[in-house]
């Protein structure tokens, strides 16, 4: 059995599990740690792969940011009667039937396109490392370093790198992150004397 | 079945990649159809875009494809650019849900018919 083989059984094992795992947990704590364990796991999947800075974002935007906000969002809402709500148990056997078709059609499609079949002959050799920091940041900036050697001129042409899509992700994030503190600010409440008659509280 | 005996004797290619894909789609699909919590349907999201992701990473992995056909670096840029839609979307959706938390009392998506201010 080769190590890369291996490996990859465990990572994908350990996301899929723990992604079943939130799916049939029903208290929201949980759920947030098994997403954690899920997403990580996904992360060593991105680095079996080659994409290097792929998995280091993964694990820092999307399990160091995004589910930290996530796991705030369950501290702030976790009353009681919320941890842990319960699915009536029809719907439940409804959408795991529904699921394990899509899930059986998803797999038998992607199983049965010949492209896609393990191949012998990998792009790299298999003890060469990747690295794909500095062509990704590259190709933000409006450089395709990688398709240097494109032999066709016309499609070089077009390769011009990706400044245009990360300014409109950039401006996104911001006017984003502004709406969401807006959406979230706390509220006065409109009979809180402190706020509309100051003079006579502290008098 | 025919796929994962193969496993251990030949190397791992995209199909293995993209079943592990479907599966994480799958379970977020019927993460975000049953669950009644808000927040376990937002984490249902999560792993719909990461079972996308693992798509596109492994359509330009240079390990797994050769080099003609395959994504290239373009599958991971565009998978840098959903980890990053899904970080804005989860601060505006945990926003909307902290809103619908704070008017409501509750968390219950079931409750969330009315649309009135």
């Given at each position: 059995m080769i190590w890369s083989s291996f490996l990859f059984l465990l990572c994908s094992l350990l996301a899929g599990g723990f992604a079943i795992a939130v799916v049939l947990s029903n208290n929201i704590v949980r759920m947030a740690f098994y997403l954690v364990l899920s997403l990580s796991a996904t992360a060593g999947l991105f680095f079996l792969a080659g994409a290097d800075f792929v998995g280091a974002m993964q694990l820092m935007i999307y399990v160091g940011g995004t589910l930290v906000l996530l796991v705030f969002g369950v501290m702030l809402t976790a009353q009681t009667p919320f941890l842990a709500m319960r699915t009536s148990s029809g719907e439940l056997l409804t959408a795991l039937v529904v699921g394990g078709v899509l899930l059986f059609v998803l797999a038998f499609t992607v199983t049965n396109v010949p492209a896609w079949q393990p191949t012998n002959?990998?792009?790299?050799?298999?003890?060469t490392p990747v690295v794909t920091a500095a062509p990704i940041g590259m190709a933000l900036e409006g450089y395709r370093v990688d398709q240097?050697?494109?032999?066709?001129a016309e499609l070089r042409q077009g390769m011009s790198g990706y400044l245009f899509p990360f300014l409109i992700v950039s401006v996104h994030l911001l006017v984003v992150l502004v709406g969401a503190a807006y959406l979230a600010r706390a509220r006065q409440a409109a009979n809180d004397d402190v706020t509309n008659f100051p003079s006579e509280v502290r008098g | 079945m025919m796929l994962l005996a193969s496993l251990l004797t030949e190397p791992i290619g995209v199909s293995h990649y993209m079943v592990v894909g479907a599966v994480l789609f799958t379970c977020g699909v019927i993460c975000m159809a049953t669950k009644r919590n808000a927040l376990g349907v937002l984490m249902g999201i999560e792993l719909v875009l990461n079972g996308a992701n693992v798509n596109l990473v492994a359509l330009g992995s240079p390990y797994l494809r050769g080099s003609e056909g395959s994504l290239g670096l373009d599958g991971q840029l565009m998978a840098m650019f959903v980890i990053v839609l899904a970080a804005a979307e989860a601060a505006v959706a945990l926003a909307i849900a902290l809103n619908f938390y704070n008017s409501?009392?509750?968390?219950?998506?079931?409750?969330?018919d009315d649309l009135k201010g």
């Open positions: 002959t990998p792009a790299v050799e298999r003890n240097l050697d494109q032999p066709d | 409501l009392g509750s968390i219950d998506i079931d409750r969330a």
